[in-house]
């Protein structure tokens, strides 16, 4: 019964293409708010159960894009075998930073994963050669399942909501397995974790490296997604959205996670239309939202719900 | 050589001086209320985008910078009020995306204000460069920012270490229970962290703008530029977060001038992950036990 | 007497049913621009532009009757915006030609998808690369930086300089102004002996330009637009350094002269003949055309740039066409903009073709220079 919300989830996902059929709202805009739950997700693995804050998590959503790009469009390597190398590249350095990186604590860690993510960034906007500089890299061929084509956006969305459902299942799962348990210790205090034997510094670096996979995934099924990439997609100001979603929906919880998600995403497509105040309401909803719902979107609200059931359940002997 | 190495630790000296300014602004309200402040650059970009309208409408530039500080700093009594303390006993993450926020608004109420165009700035002194040896120069507005930071972080190292008021607030960052028991009024404490932060800001924000320019969006280069100084320096150290800033930008100058401008960011941050992994509270930063 | 009042009743209705279902159906112009962001000194002119010129389109009667309807979306300058917006305008708002795309990066991440959509698009933004190869829908109005790198050439050629440093910023501007600058060189017979870069954010070039100093450069070409230009102009003259200084067309615009001030004298840079429509000579056929823009933009709006004037030019050519095409119909217009032909617009006098979707020549850029203030033309 653990998993009843999650396959309503995979209800809606299915059901939302089929009620709405060709829109660009369910479509494209479904495709941006899925990968930025799976980004999502795992940053909160990190985040939520860890308690370690990334600010340089675009680079991971990076490094997986542009390996992508990088193998497709220079050396033909096939997409899916790309998207494999993106992971192993993201797992590789991840593993390498997460000893020195999680040793330091709160803010310090703050500034260390920032200050990867500002390199990282430079890297792509310098190393021109490599990665085509700031105008980026196109032609990045579409995904390819043994012939079978993501070459168009309803495709995409299959694949990405795909994808995304994985992630989420998978999520879940860490969180209830011995590492799961592992983590929430390590969040209650470090310190009282490992009086309890666990081994704090592997646990961490795990779920750091998990949480960089999760990304780099992301990042691969990106750029074969819209064909091209640059750097402005991996900047500070996307690690940055990445936190917001991750506190915004609710910390230490996956749905939650996903929850802020899909709510900045279409928070952004909503605002567009209000022009040069768009900056202005965006700011003063995140503050509103932080200082009346400081848990979070999904626990708010569902404490709300929670709530209003019960009160109609009081009325109605 | 020798010229050229004088004329990057000019350049590094007058960023560093803001950096610092900024940095300090971040470890006072860190050291009040262990909120990282996201909307410090937002303060700098305030204090300059107002002085530079209150000039425009024809007053004389020590009132117009007078007025842009002082509004600045009602602004940040404002966030206080009205973001920071609603927010008391939120978890740390839930106060960064508050400011945050906060940084976005400001940014947004900016450009509603002044729109998207940069605006100049007269200096202060005149734009007549003054020559020193070798053919490196210095502008008066360069002497400008170092002389008043000099001055500002003396007067904040004083107001700490010598003022009943400036030890109540330390006190504070110390234990805020026990402050509060020996009858210090914490709130207040907090409000005058946040005032002079974002006075501190306005006036780097008045400095800088003669040589930089200003438009709504130039604060978020120096808060984080200012978020790294007060980090290299060790978090709620105000002195370190001036010699992390000043650390910072020579380091700036001299990696674009000696090893490869483009990467100079890189090579920035890349110094400050290392002083991280060697020092992992910063190069002066409390080696306090964590509390269990 | 019922009769008859239940026939004009039932006539009247029919009419407007007839009108609301297609009569006087508006022509949905597409627009992506970048509004705010680093590029916000080129997308906000544009948009003011386009706005502008929508009101005066349709306050005439539109096109053939039907008005005109301007959907414009901000990307901020983010390439992945700009290609969610341009689905959202094909697949959502249903447009029938879109005139956007502020910069290359953002131009070049939606051909691909307008290819597949078969929809005309004109870009508005620099990069060669655009239209070459020719893209079957996609056409551009602004000058490329090749353009730009060979006029900068030529006039250095005049005056004799070969040794020559470089400055840029980290934008896909600076970037792909630099490259073709250094593609260029060696067929102009110039050298490049300094080759330095910055962040466009940065707030202070002097180190770059010490190293500068020290070479052997005969004069110093600076490849950006926004504010750090301004700040190079600056720093240049605070260390003293006395070598002609080249500006590209990225700013040609008043408020370059205002930020960089009296440092600002004697920079020289291939611009569009708008900033100088009035010291062109009663003959030429661009000034009307300039003159009229211009003084309709700064009656409205301040100090026109040359970027507002490609979005003025992107549009009139959509428009022209839609009236030859008779209608919106998109294969349509997209041959008709393609057989532009002796279209004076700001920018200069466009010649389509199948082989070129711009029609630009050399002679449409005017080496301008900064005296006392404003800018005059270099003969």
């Known amino acids: 019964m653990r998993l009843a919300g999650f396959f309503a989830l995979a209800a809606g996902v299915i059901a939302l293409p089929v009620l709405f059929p060709n829109n660009y709202f369910v479509i494209v805009v479904g495709i941006a708010a899925g990968l930025h739950v799976i980004l999502a997700v795992g940053l909160n693995l990190l985040m939520g159960y860890a308690g370690q804050i990334s600010l340089g998590h675009a680079a991971f959503f990076g490094i997986g894009a542009y390996a992508s790009a990088i193998l497709t469009t220079r050396y033909a390597w096939p997409a899916l075998l790309a998207l494999a190398a993106g992971l192993v590249v993201a797992g590789v350095i991840a593993w390498l930073l997460a000893r020195p990186i999680l040793r330091l604590r709160g803010h310090y860690l703050a500034m260390a994963t920032l200050g990867f993510g500002v390199i990282a960034h430079v890297i792509m906007v310098q190393a021109t050669h490599w990665t085509g500089g700031p105008d980026g890299l196109t032609g990045i061929p579409p995904l390819n399942f043994l012939g079978w084509s993501v070459n168009n956006d309803l495709h995409g969305y299959g694949v990405v909501a795909a994808a995304m459902l994985l992630a989420i299942w998978l999520s879940l799962n860490i969180v209830d397995s011995r590492v799961g348990r592992a983590l929430r210790a390590l969040r209650g205090s470090e310190f009282a974790a490992q009086m309890l034997g666990i081994d704090t510094s592997r646990a961490k670096t795990q779920v750091f490296v998990a949480s960089a996979l999760f990304a780099a995934f992301a990042g691969s099924l990106f750029a074969h997604q819209q064909g091209f990439v640059s750097p402005d997609s991996f900047n500070l100001t996307v690690s940055v959205e990445l936190v917001t979603m991750v506190v915004l929906g609710g910390l230490a919880s996956t749905y939650g996670a996903a929850c802020g998600a899909i709510a900045l995403t279409l928070l952004h497509q909503g605002l567009v239309v209000f022009e040069d105040y768009e900056m202005l309401i965006h700011g003063a909803l995140l503050m509103a939202v932080m200082i009346f719902l400081p848990q979070g979107l999904f626990v708010g609200l569902s404490q709300a719900a929670r709530w209003a059931w019960r009160t109609a359940r009081g009325m109605t002997p | ?292 | ?379």
Request: hydrophobic share 50%; charged share 15%.
């Open chain 2, 1 to 292: 050589m020798p010229e050229q190495l004088l004329q990057f630790l000019v350049t590094g000296i007058t960023v560093g001086s803001l950096y610092a300014l900024v940095g300090l602004g971040f470890a006072i309200i860190y050291n009040a209320s262990d909120v990282v402040n996201f909307a410090q650059g937002e303060f700098v970009m305030l204090g300059a985008m107002m002085a530079i309208a209150l000039l425009s409408a024809g007053f004389p530039l020590p009132l117009a910078a007078l007025l842009a500080t002082l509004l600045t700093v009602l602004v940040g009594l404002l966030l206080e009020r009205f973001a920071i303390e609603p927010a008391a006993g939120a978890p740390v993450v839930t106060t960064i995306i508050i400011t945050i926020g906060a940084a976005i608004l400001l940014r947004g109420v900016a450009l509603l204000l002044w729109g998207k165009d940069f605006h100049p700035m007269p200096a202060f002194s005149g734009d007549a460069p003054i020559h020193l040896l070798g053919g490196s120069t210095l502008l008066p507005q360069s002497l400008w920012v170092m002389g008043v930071t000099v001055l500002l972080v003396a007067l904040v190292r004083v107001f700490f270490n010598r003022t009943l008021l400036g030890k109540a607030l330390l006190a504070c960052s110390f234990n805020r229970s026990a402050a509060q028991l020996v009858g210090i009024n914490v709130r207040v404490m907090l409000r005058l962290a946040y005032g002079l932060s974002a006075g501190l800001g306005a006036l780097a924000g008045i400095l800088i703008a003669p040589i930089t320019f200003s438009s709504y969006e130039a604060g978020i280069m120096l808060g984080l530029k200012g978020f790294s100084a007060a980090i290299v320096g060790g978090i709620g150290n105000p002195m370190g977060a001036v010699a992390g800033g000043l650390l910072l930008g020579v380091l700036e100058a001299l990696g674009a001038g000696l090893i490869s401008s483009g990467y100079k960011d890189a090579i920035a941050f890349l110094f400050v992950l290392m002083v991280l992994f060697f020092e992992p509270t910063g190069l002066f930063g409390h080696k306090a036990a964590e509390r269990v």
């Open chain 3, 1 to 379: 007497m019922k009769d008859n009042q239940w026939k004009i009743i039932l006539a009247a209705a029919l009419l407007m049913i007839a009108s609301l279902a297609g009569a006087v159906e508006p022509i949905k112009v597409g627009s992506f621009l970048s509004v705010t962001g680093p590029a916000s000194f080129l997308g906000d002119p544009e948009l003011r532009t386009l706005q502008m010129a929508v009101d005066g389109i349709n306050a005439k009667g539109g096109i053939k009757g039907r008005p005109l309807e301007l959907i414009h979306y901000d990307t901020g300058g983010n390439a992945r915006e700009a290609l969610n917006f341009v689905k959202r305008l094909i697949q959502n708002d249903k447009v029938d030609i879109i005139v956007g795309g502020t910069t290359s990066g953002d131009s070049l991440a939606v051909i691909p998808e307008v290819e597949k959509a078969g929809i005309p698009f004109i870009s508005l933004a620099g990069a060669v690369d655009i239209v070459e190869p020719v893209k079957k829908w996609v056409f551009k109005v602004a000058h490329t930086d090749r353009m730009a790198a060979a006029k900068i050439f030529e006039d250095l050629r005049k005056r004799g300089l070969t040794k020559v440093a470089l400055i840029t910023g980290d934008g896909g501007f600076d970037k792909s102004g630099r490259e073709q600058l250094l593609k260029l060189a060696p067929t102009s017979g110039i050298t490049f002996v300094a080759d330095e870069s910055y962040g466009n954010k940065d707030t202070d070039m002097t180190p770059q330009l010490t190293k500068i100093r020290s070479s052997d450069a005969q004069a110093i070409i600076n490849f950006g637009f926004g504010q750090a230009p301004a700040i190079v102009t600056k720093n240049i003259k605070q260390l003293g350094i006395n070598l002609p200084l080249y500006q590209s067309h990225g700013v040609a615009s008043k408020t370059f002269i205002d930020l960089a001030g009296a440092a600002a004298e004697g920079v020289r840079l291939p611009a569009a003949a708008l900033v100088v429509a009035e010291q062109l000579p009663d003959s030429d056929p661009q000034k009307p055309v300039l003159l009229a823009y211009r003084n309709q933009y700064e009656a409205k709006y301040g100090p026109v740039s040359t970027f507002g004037g490609h979005a003025y030019d992107g549009l009139m050519i959509a428009v022209a066409a839609m009236e030859r095409a008779d209608g919106a119909d998109k294969a349509k217009v997209r041959d008709e903009i393609e057989k532009t032909r002796g279209f004076i617009g700001t920018a200069g006098v466009f010649n389509m073709s199948p082989t070129d979707h711009m029609g630009l020549n050399l002679d449409a850029f005017k080496m301008v220079e900064i005296h006392h203030g404003v800018w005059k033309i270099v003969e």
